[in-house]
């Protein structure tokens, strides 16, 4: 009796997987323009940071085209330290920030438009800062194609 159970249970699971495994999958365009709103995840400071630095941030809020997510809360997004202006007698500091690509529902690296973010210092004098969990918006650079199952 326990090996007709387990035969019964075996086949049933085999079943479930051949359908999950045959669904069809659902594409949704995601067209260039769309907004993307960011939140670093480190802190940066122009008396540490140096241009070149890569940056990694994560996506704030979902995107969503036609009802469906196509880029979720949490997804890693990557940018760069662009520049590093040092303040003088009458200007701050500042770090522009520049972003390249973040990943998609379906695992893609989505091209963003090279949007640059500047933070400046509050004071002259004293270095600019950006806190973790600064926003910092972006827009798809190219109509994609994304697979959203």
């Known amino acids: 009796m326990k090996s007709l159970f387990n035969t019964a249970l075996f086949i049933l699971l085999q079943t479930a997987f051949a359908f999950a ?5 659902k594409n949704v365009d995601l ?3 769309t907004l993307v709103i960011l939140e670093l995840n480190e802190k ?8 070149g630095k890569m940056l990694q941030m994560r996506v704030r809020t979902n995107v969503v085209v036609n009802g469906e997510v196509v880029i979720r809360t949490g997804c890693q997004a990557i940018g760069r330290v662009k520049n590093i202006s040092k303040g003088g007698y009458s200007t701050a500091e500042s770090i522009t920030i520049e972003l390249f690509y973040v ?5 893609q ?3 963003l ?3 640059e973010q500047t933070i400046e210092a509050t004071m002259t004098n004293e270095p600019a800062i950006a806190q973790i969990n600064t926003l910092i918006t972006a ?7 994304i697979d959203v199952k």
């Open 21 to 25: 495994n045959n669904a069809p999958t």
């Open 31 to 33: 067209p260039s323009g």
């Open 44 to 51: 940066i400071s122009t008396s540490q940071a140096t241009i």
């Open 103 to 107: 990943m998609s529902v379906d695992g």
């Open 109 to 111: 690296q989505i091209a």
């Open 113 to 115: 438009n090279g949007n």
């Open 139 to 145: 827009q798809v650079m190219n109509n994609e194609e």
